[in-house]
């Protein structure tokens, strides 16, 4: 999916397992990380001992400094009109990026290589990309685009003659296959995968090619097999200088090795890959081995242990996605920083041209003028009041665009400020209409026919109302006005009375609606915000829930406490949201591609102004959601003090 999600309730999680039982958990390595670096295409000119380094760093696994690295090579060879240096550094952030699990950012970037790789006309580039965005859309779970760009490289490395690139488009293929579970389609495959790299003497791309066979024989019940398999592929990685790989070897043995019952072994090589990553520092991987470490504890019976790396896991995940937050600010800001030096290298060579021009033309007209003084001086005369004319001509339409851009300007603050002073003085006529259409209800001796159009007045005016309200706060934000007056707040207190407040809409839907804290709602800790704002944001969680949600469904409101914060989620089984709607939901007035099942309005302010919301209380907004499968809308809140109620 496009987002992982965050490991926060770890006692569930624990407890989910040890329902199910070992056997029952799926097999989570359908693609093997470390057979996804592709071969990359060669460094190009001046940049090419630090697209080197760079392939160096991200072969140990430190992603943090590969992802800035990267970045700033592509900016600089943007600067230096060096497209292929360019496309050479996007190609290894967009590989990064699909490491940290970063996929929508992933798929942008490899795009955006694509587009360079067709304009240089490299068919080892074209191939390449092809593949890696095969590969990422394959993680993304959207197999059919994958496929489509598995074919497009395999075509261009077959025309080439590549067959190194063909053994890992292969390899990318039959992943794709495997992830859909069509593991004999899969096998074949990576068999012929193997056998271009054992043909080539590629004894780390075989070793990969092993490793993927294991993990089909795991997915198959063969776990004797999926153990031999990884160990051969072990062996080679022992042989050569990436720590990454060697610990990830340990892990895949471990993982088979509790397959197997074998749980002393098991436990003695994950400990053996923890000691070789941890030097490392990459959270991606250590979340891996902690994972591990924590089924291969539970299925000792060692609950506490199982528990205490569980935590060490869900602090891994944390990380990696703290990590990609602070990244993205980089990114953006870097973004905004080089196309501000493009856009004024563009304007002065623009000036520089247009000055050129002008002294390239007076020089025409002064030779052409005085030709013309020789000649005849009648003849200059006439060029001269024309010149005169031209000139006055130029500096009129100036001024007239000057005047007109500043009209325009003028005018959407207007607009702005029209739209403010409409919107707050609606707010009194609509309230005085709901009070006369409630007074109408509650009139003895009124038809039925009168009761309801008032009743009809007062819907129709509690909407307005509410996009009144909406567009208020829209406004104050984009002004910056909005001031919150923060101080301990009962979390529990205000999500019961929200969920009170939208059972009888619930019910009017046919809909079940349930709050749901996490241990002991004794323990829960206060949250630092404001009383009005924070019932505002439950509001537009569980509003926009119910809306998506159909008849018979549920929403959950759940409760609990990670880290230093405190969160809450509201939790629907609606129709999900797909990767386009992640690209734009937090934008105003923007509809997403489901349809509310009630019919209800929807105007797209409700998440824009939620995230806006929780962004100024110093809090996290996190959406998980995949298509056809409900989403969960998750608001992390900084706690107001420490719990005092014991570890959680």
């Given at each position: 999916?496009?987002?992982?999600?965050?490991?926060?309730?770890?006692?569930?999680?624990?407890?989910?397992?040890?329902?199910?039982?070992?056997?029952?958990?799926?097999?989570?390595?359908?693609?093997?990380?470390?057979?996804?670096?592709?071969?990359?295409?060669?460094?190009?000119?001046?940049?090419?001992?630090?697209?080197?380094?760079?392939?160096?760093?991200?072969?140990?696994?430190?992603?943090?400094?590969?992802?800035?690295?990267?970045?700033?090579?592509?900016?600089?060879?943007?600067?230096?009109?060096?497209?292929?240096?360019?496309?050479?550094?996007?190609?290894?952030?967009?590989?990064?990026?699909?490491?940290?699990?970063?996929?929508?950012?992933?798929?942008?970037?490899?795009?955006?290589?694509?587009?360079?790789?067709?304009?240089?006309?490299?068919?080892?580039?074209?191939?390449?990309?092809?593949?890696?965005?095969?590969?990422?859309?394959?993680?993304?779970?959207?197999?059919?685009?994958?496929?489509?760009?598995?074919?497009?490289?395999?075509?261009?490395?077959?025309?080439?003659?590549?067959?190194?690139?063909?053994?890992?488009?292969?390899?990318?293929?039959?992943?794709?296959?495997?992830?859909?579970?069509?593991?004999?389609?899969?096998?074949?495959?990576?068999?012929?995968?193997?056998?271009?790299?054992?043909?080539?003497?590629?004894?780390?791309?075989?070793?990969?090619?092993?490793?993927?066979?294991?993990?089909?024989?795991?997915?198959?019940?063969?776990?004797?097999?999926?153990?031999?398999?990884?160990?051969?592929?072990?062996?080679?990685?022992?042989?050569?200088?990436?720590?990454?790989?060697?610990?990830?070897?340990?892990?895949?043995?471990?993982?088979?090795?509790r397959r197997l019952g074998r749980l002393d072994e098991a436990l003695t090589e994950i400990h053996t890959?923890?000691?070789?990553?941890?030097?490392?520092?990459?959270?991606?991987?250590?979340?891996?081995?902690?994972?591990?470490?924590?089924?291969?504890?539970?299925?000792?019976?060692?609950?506490?242990?199982?528990?205490?790396?569980?935590?060490?896991?869900?602090?891994?995940?944390?990380?990696?996605?703290?990590?990609?937050?602070?990244?993205?600010?980089?990114?953006?800001?870097?973004?905004?920083?080089?196309?501000?030096?493009?856009?004024?290298?563009?304007?002065?060579?623009?000036?520089?041209?247009?000055?050129?021009?002008?002294?390239?033309?007076?020089?025409?007209?002064?030779?052409?003028?005085?030709?013309?003084?020789?000649l005849v001086l009648g003849l200059g005369t006439i060029v001269y009041l024309a010149q005169r004319a031209?000139?006055?001509?130029?500096?009129?339409?100036?001024?007239?665009?000057?005047?007109?851009?500043?009209?325009?300007?003028?005018?959407?603050?207007?607009?702005?400020?029209?739209?403010?002073?409409?919107?707050?003085?609606?707010?009194?006529?609509?309230?005085?209409?709901?009070?006369?259409?409630?007074?109408?209800?509650?009139?003895?001796?009124?038809?039925?026919?009168?009761?309801?159009?008032?009743?009809?007045?007062?819907?129709?005016?509690?909407?307005?109302?509410?996009?009144?309200?909406?567009?208020?706060?829209?406004?104050?934000?984009?002004?910056?006005?909005?001031?919150?007056?923060?101080?301990?707040?009962?979390?529990?207190?205000?999500?019961?009375?929200?969920?009170?407040?939208?059972?009888?809409?619930?019910?009017?839907?046919?809909?079940?609606?349930?709050?749901?804290?996490?241990?002991?709602?004794?323990?829960l800790p206060q949250v630092l915000a404001d009383a009005s704002r924070l019932r505002q944001i439950l509001?537009?969680?569980?509003?926009?829930?119910?809306?998506?949600?159909?008849?018979?469904?549920?929403?959950?409101?759940?409760?609990?406490?990670?880290?230093?914060?405190?969160?809450?989620?509201?939790?629907?089984?609606?129709?999900?949201?797909?990767?386009?709607?992640?690209?734009?939901?937090?934008?105003?007035?923007?509809?997403?591609?489901?349809?509310?099942?009630?019919?209800?309005?929807?105007?797209?302010?409700?998440?824009?102004?939620?995230?806006?919301?929780?962004?100024?209380?110093?809090?996290?907004?996190?959406?998980?959601?995949?298509?056809?499968?409900?989403?969960?809308?998750?608001?992390?809140?900084?706690?107001?003090?420490?719990?005092?109620?014991?570890?959680?």
């Open positions: 999916m496009l987002r992982r999600a965050l490991p926060f309730a770890l006692v569930l999680a624990l407890a989910a397992s040890m329902l199910f039982g070992a056997d029952a958990e799926p097999i989570e390595e359908t693609l093997n990380p470390d057979d996804v670096s592709l071969s990359p295409p060669a460094p190009f000119g001046g940049f090419a001992s630090r697209l080197a380094e760079l392939n160096q760093i991200r072969s140990r696994g430190d992603y943090p400094a590969a992802l800035s690295l990267a970045r700033a090579g592509a900016a600089e060879a943007e600067q230096l009109r060096d497209s292929a240096g360019q496309a050479a550094f996007l190609f290894v952030l967009g590989r990064t990026y699909w490491s940290v699990g970063d996929l929508p950012a992933s798929i942008e970037t490899l795009q955006q290589t694509l587009r360079l790789a067709g304009t240089l006309a490299d068919p080892d580039l074209l191939s390449a990309t092809y593949n890696a965005l095969g590969i990422s859309y394959t993680e993304a779970r959207e197999y059919v685009a994958a496929e489509r760009h598995f074919t497009d490289a395999m075509r261009i490395a077959e025309a080439w003659g590549d067959r190194a690139r063909i053994a890992y488009i292969l390899n990318g293929a039959a992943n794709n296959l495997l992830a859909q579970r069509d593991y004999p389609g899969a096998r074949v495959l990576h068999l012929r995968a193997l056998a271009l790299r054992e043909a080539l003497n590629d004894r780390v791309g075989a070793a990969d090619s092993v490793t993927n066979l294991g993990t089909i024989d795991l997915a198959t019940g063969d776990s004797l097999a999926a153990l031999d398999a990884f160990r051969r592929a072990l062996a080679t990685y022992q042989t050569i200088n990436q720590p990454r790989r060697v610990a990830n070897g340990y892990r895949r043995v471990a993982f088979a090795l890959a923890l000691d070789i990553a941890e030097p490392l520092n990459s959270p991606a991987m250590l979340a891996g081995i902690h994972r591990e470490l924590a089924r291969t504890h539970e299925a000792r019976g060692e609950l506490r242990s199982a528990l205490q790396f569980q935590r060490s896991y869900a602090a891994d995940r944390e990380a990696m996605l703290n990590e990609q937050s602070r990244q993205r600010v980089i990114e953006l800001d870097a973004r905004y920083q080089v196309e501000r030096r493009e856009n004024e290298i563009n304007r002065l060579r623009l000036d520089q041209e247009a000055k050129a021009a002008e002294l390239t033309r007076r020089s025409q007209q002064n030779a052409l003028l005085a030709a013309g003084l020789v031209r000139l006055r001509a130029e500096r009129a339409a100036h001024i007239a665009d000057e005047c007109a851009r500043a009209e325009a300007e003028q005018a959407a603050r207007l607009k702005s400020r029209l739209l403010q002073i409409a919107a707050h003085d609606l707010k009194a006529p609509l309230s005085a209409v709901s009070a006369s259409a409630l007074r109408i209800e509650q009139r003895p001796g009124e038809t039925v026919s009168v009761m309801d159009l008032a009743r009809h007045i007062r819907t129709d005016a509690a909407h307005m109302g509410s996009l009144v309200r909406e567009f208020l706060d829209s406004a104050a934000i984009e002004a910056g006005r909005i001031q919150l007056q923060r101080g301990p707040i009962n979390l529990l207190a205000a999500a019961r009375d929200a969920v009170d407040d939208y059972r009888p809409l619930a019910e009017s839907k046919h809909q079940r609606i349930s709050l749901m804290p996490t241990g002991d709602p004794g323990c509001d537009n969680l569980i509003a926009n829930a119910l809306k998506f949600t159909p008849a018979e469904g549920v929403v959950e409101v759940g409760l609990g406490a990670s880290g230093r914060f405190v969160y809450a989620e509201v939790r629907d089984s609606g129709p999900g949201l797909k990767p386009e709607d992640l690209a734009r939901m937090f934008q105003p007035f923007q509809t997403l591609s489901a349809a509310p099942t009630g019919e209800e309005a929807s105007h797209g302010l409700g998440l824009f102004i939620t995230r806006e919301l929780v962004s100024m209380h110093d809090g996290l907004l996190e959406i998980e959601s995949q298509p056809g499968q409900g989403a969960t809308f998750r608001i992390l809140l900084p706690a107001a003090k420490s719990d005092s109620c014991g570890e959680r």
